[in-house]
């Protein structure tokens, strides 16, 4: 069976960090061109935060997460990792991660196929 599966998400005050975990089972990351980060809050659409792909591990981020996140894997856990740094309460939303085929470095939502359930991460005092 096919899964992604996040973790690490939680309550954290502004300027704080965490590290959400993008845990696949059932196939190789490295069958996929490239694994995004992406998050939506209440009331908005999705939006892509950050993608790495699978043959360089080229990166690429949204300007509003350059700088404070930083994506990475590790190839013998089968996991790709978002380290999230000076949080902000507008980092406030569902973190989700994807997989893509598509063989351009995008972090637009509809390159990518299957998604996890996402893990929730609130930023506030």
């Known amino acids: 069976q096919v899964r992604l599966v996040e973790s690490g998400g939680g309550l954290v005050q502004p300027g704080g960090s965490l590290r959400l975990s993008c845990a696949a089972s059932?196939?190789?990351?490295?069958?996929?061109?490239?694994i995004g980060w992406f998050r939506q809050a209440p009331g908005k659409e999705r939006e892509g935060v950050s993608c790495?792909?699978?043959?360089?591990?080229?990166?690429y981020y949204a300007e509003s997460v350059k700088g404070r996140f930083t994506i990475s894997r590790d190839n013998a856990e089968n996991t790709v990792y978002l380290q999230m740094n000076s949080l902000k309460p507008e980092d406030t939303a569902v973190y989700y991660c994807?997989?893509?085929?598509?063989?351009?470095?995008?972090?637009?939502?509809?390159?990518?196929?299957?998604w996890g359930q996402g893990t929730q991460v609130t930023v506030s005092s």
């Open positions: 994807a997989t893509s085929r598509v063989g351009i470095q995008t972090i637009h939502p509809g390159a990518y196929e299957y």
């Open positions: 790495i792909s699978s043959d360089d591990g080229s990166t």
């Open positions: 059932g196939f190789n990351l490295d069958d996929y061109y490239q």
